[in-house]
């Protein structure tokens, strides 16, 4: 860390954000910490530790340039503030190049730290074979870093295994280390700990089934929405997610009598708490990536307009957990 790059500029930029913005600041702290230590298990030497560094204390500098009133915590996001939150990646990339002292490689991880290997990311969707190395690790840690500071060490398995197929499994291997149980354990859930996640996870389950009913139906009113951009796009998605849920062991519309049974116990709420976070979360890249999309598609017609629909009632879920 003492190692990274530091131009005077950006190290006000810093110290901004530890004034005005110490949550993002914290978090650029973190990131940076985690960004370290994977590139550290990859091998690699202190010149490249420290761009992993710099990435991970550069890397939300964009978010800087958005006002706090737009992120504010339990507040949907407008269509604006959806593509400031799109393009905070791209302004802090143009914001980092400008300066000699920082190697390409830290400017282009920068880029590409919201984007994911399956092609689900922003601000451009690439996919795991046209993304960097540092990339790569910066976005693991940026992801990791979260979930590291939310999480209760030992319950991350599911949390984990919903995100295999928008990370390298060899970095997500070396996050889960980080996960080891502590000697002490870990204190019961409160609970309102418990009911939130029994309402996150309602949720989770209304949503995916209101989604899985509105596409059966298009495609028995409408046979020839097939190919249509915002419809396939927002299918393959969910389908993605469900995949993962029942990887983990969770199949959509017996979430509610899987979780009266694993509440039972306090490791099993735990889990629960996990995976209703993790899955949430990616229900809202999904939401996010199909708004960001929507201008892509043609005219809006009937298949759009019960996409719109479904959306609108998946925000206010979103929204209200």
Known sequence: ???APLPAPLAFKLTLAREQRPQLFTHSIEVALVAVYLQGMNGQRIPDLALAAAAGLFHDVGILHISPEILAPGKALADAGRRYLYTHPITAHLIVREFPALNPVVSTAILEHHERMDGSGYPHGVKAERLSELGKILMMADSGAALLK?????????????????FSPLLLAHLSRLFAPQDEPAGAESASDQDLALRQLAALAEILLAWDNSYAQLQAEHPESAGDLLLDLSNQRIVALERSLLEAGLVADQLEAFTSVSMQDEAGAQEMRELAREALWQLKDITFEVHRRWAEAAQPD????????????????????
């Open 1 to 3: 860390m003492h190692q």
């Open 150 to 166: 939310s999480s209760q060490r030992g319950h991350h398995g599911v949390a984990l295994r919903l995100l295999r197929r928008k």
């Open 302 to 321: 009937a298949v759009h307009q019960a996409i719109a629909h479904w959306l609108e009632r998946a925000d206010e879920r979103l929204t209200s957990v």
